[in-house]
């Protein structure tokens, strides 16, 4: 019984991992391949580009 206890623990807790590292990195690619916490930077610097 508590091998079963175990077991499912150990998956819960790999599954909340695994979930965990996704929201992570759709969090820095956020789906364009531009960094969530890049984005403002991005803008700052195509308001300001003189064209070429």
């Known amino acids: 019984m508590a091998f079963v206890g175990t077991a499912v623990l150990l998956g819960l807790l790999v599954a909340l991992a695994t979930w965990g590292g996704f929201e992570v ?12 916490l890049d984005h403002p930077a991005l803008d700052l610097a195509q308001d300001v580009r003189t064209p070429g």
């Open 25 to 36: 990195y759709e969090g820095v690619t956020d789906g364009d391949g531009v960094g969530s």
